[in-house]
């Protein structure tokens, strides 16, 4: 069983930045891939990235590309999502994930994640 909270969320202006939090509880916090996703109103939640257990590998949605970098600390159970160029678009609940995977692999499917925080609102003004 893991655990996830969000936090880091607010409101932010046009171009201004933010580094959204996920702790998770336990102590097998490394042998989870890892997600974010993000749900806006009205649309349907949309990945955003993930990293593998090591951190070595990651991967970004097509939206986010080039603005946000996922990092881990396992050391610290700790995923960070650092959003740069924020858009007024990039307003939504971020969600972290995680979920079971093999070392070097990354989840990129929904369904595959056994675990979900509860979210963290971000909102960036135009």
């Known amino acids: 069983q893991v655990q996830l909270v969000e936090s880091g969320g607010g409101l932010v202006h046009t171009g201004g930045s933010l580094r959204l939090s996920c702790a998770a509880s336990?102590?097998?916090?490394?042998?989870?891939?890892m997600g974010w996703f993000r749900r806006a109103p009205g649309k349907e939640r949309e990945l955003v990235g993930g990293?593998?257990?090591?951190?070595?590998?990651?991967y970004y949605g097509d939206s986010v590309k080039g603005r946000f970098t996922i990092s881990r600390d396992n050391a610290k159970n700790t995923v960070l999502l650092q959003m740069n160029s924020l858009k007024p678009e990039d307003t939504a609940v971020y969600y972290c994930?995680?979920?079971?995977?093999?070392?070097?692999?990354?989840?990129?499917?929904?369904?595959?994640?056994?675990?979900w925080g509860q979210g963290t609102q971000v909102t960036v003004s135009s």
């Open positions: 994930a995680a979920a079971r995977a093999l070392p070097n692999a990354l989840v990129e499917r929904t369904s595959s994640y056994d675990y």
């Open positions: 336990g102590r097998t916090f490394s042998s989870y891939a």
């Open positions: 990293i593998s257990r090591s951190g070595d590998r990651t």
